[in-house]
Nanobody
C-alpha cells in the first residue's frame, strides 16, 4: 500500500514563507513524476507544481517565481518551498504520484494577517 504524508502547513502572514514536505512510502517513488496540488474552500483541486524524476520542474502561472518544488529520491521526499505567500494561496495542499490515485491527507496552509 502506497502512502503519502504531507507536513509543514500552518498559519503565515502575507509575504511570509512555508516549506511543505511529502514523504512517500513506496520504492517506485524515484521513477515517477511528483505533483503538488491545492484545493481552496469551494474550489476545484488545482495543480500547483510538478517535478520529473530527474528534477525538471513546472509551475502554475499563479505561483511561478514564488514557489519551488524539489525532491530527494534517496529519501523519497518531495518539497514545496513557498515564498511571498498571498491570501489566495490559502488551501489544503496535497502531494500525488502522477498518473496514480495515491494521495496524502493534505496539509492546511492559511495566509492571513
Amino acid at each position: 500500500q502506497v502512502q503519502l504524508e504531507e507536513s509543514g502547513g500552518g498559519l503565515v502572514q502575507p509575504g511570509g514563507s512555508l516549506r511543505l514536505s511529502c514523504a512517500a512510502s513506496t520504492n517506485i517513488f524515484s521513477r515517477y513524476k511528483m505533483r503538488w496540488y491545492r484545493q481552496a474552500p469551494g474550489k476545484e483541486r488545482e495543480l500547483v507544481a510538478d517535478i520529473s524524476p530527474g528534477g525538471s520542474a513546472s509551475y502554475a502561472n499563479s505561483v511561478k517565481g514564488r514557489f519551488t518544488i524539489s525532491r530527494d529520491n534517496a529519501k523519497k521526499m518531495v518539497y514545496l518551498q513557498m515564498n511571498s505567500l498571498k491570501p489566495e494561496d490559502t488551501a489544503v495542499y496535497y502531494c500525488n504520484i502522477m498518473g496514480t490515485n495515491f494521495w496524502g491527507q493534505g496539509t492546511q496552509v492559511t495566509v492571513s494577517s
